[in-house]
Structures are given as C-alpha cells and as structure tokens.
Nanobody, 126 residues
Framework: QVQLVESGGGLVQAGGSLRLSCVVS????????MGWFRQAPGKEREFVAT????????VYADSVKGRFTISRDNAKITVYLQMNSLKTEDTALYYC???????????????????WGQGTQVTVSS
C-alpha cells in the first residue's frame, strides 16, 4: 500500500519559518509528481504547490508564491515544503499527496492525486 507521512509542523510566530517533510513508500517515488495541499478549519482544502518527478519544475498557489518552496530528494524518497515569512492565514493542516499514474503534470486539482498523508498541523501566531 502507498503511504505518505508528513512531519515538521508546529507553532511559529508570524514572519517565522518551518520546513515540512513527507516520506513516501509503496510506489516508485521518482516516477511521480508530488503536491502539497492545506485545509483550515471550516474551509475547503486548497492547493499549495506541486513539483514534477524530476524536481526541476514547480507550480505555486498565488497566496504562497515567493514565500514557500517545494523540493524533493528522490534518494531520500522525500518531498519538502520550506515555508518562510509565515502569516496567520497560513494556519492549516498541511497534506502531501502523490499524483495518479499516467497523470500529466502540473495539476492543481485534488482529483489528480490518489494517495494522501495524514497531515501535519501548522499554526502561525501573531
């Protein structure tokens, strides 16, 4: 079974930084694009960022562009989300996800991803 496990969330003051990690098992990681999504209480889950299988192309939501960086280390079977200049509106449960087989990158919609992690909480205070 494909599994994704996120870590690195926590409580941080506005303007601070966090780095999220997501370790993948059960699928040939280097073959698939990856994505980060987030969901705040009472809100719909929204797209944050995605990275292609080679790690040389990325796409970001406008709300995080210039502040967040998605990257991957295929040798470590891990995708990262570096979050800088955090704002209170970044507070959410963050999920990583792996793209479905034969799905062309990039995709911002949830339907393009078939396995999801359990989420890691990011809380930004002011």
């Amino acid at each position: 079974q494909v599994q994704l496990v996120e870590s690195g969330g926590g409580l941080v003051q506005a303007g601070g930084s966090l780095r999220l990690s997501c370790v993948v098992s059960g699928r040939t990681f280097s073959t698939y694009g990856m994505g980060w999504f987030r969901q705040a209480p009472g809100k719909e889950r929204e797209f944050v960022a995605t990275i292609n299988r080679n790690g040389d192309n990325t796409v970001y939501a406008d709300s995080v562009k210039g502040r967040f960086t998605i990257s991957r280390d295929n040798a470590k079977i891990t995708v990262y989300l570096q979050m800088n200049s955090l704002k209170t509106e970044d507070t959410a449960l963050y999920y990583c996800a792996i793209m479905k087989p034969r799905t062309i990158w990039p995709r911002r919609d949830e339907t393009a991803y078939d396995y999801w992690g359990q989420g890691t909480q990011v809380t930004v205070s002011s």
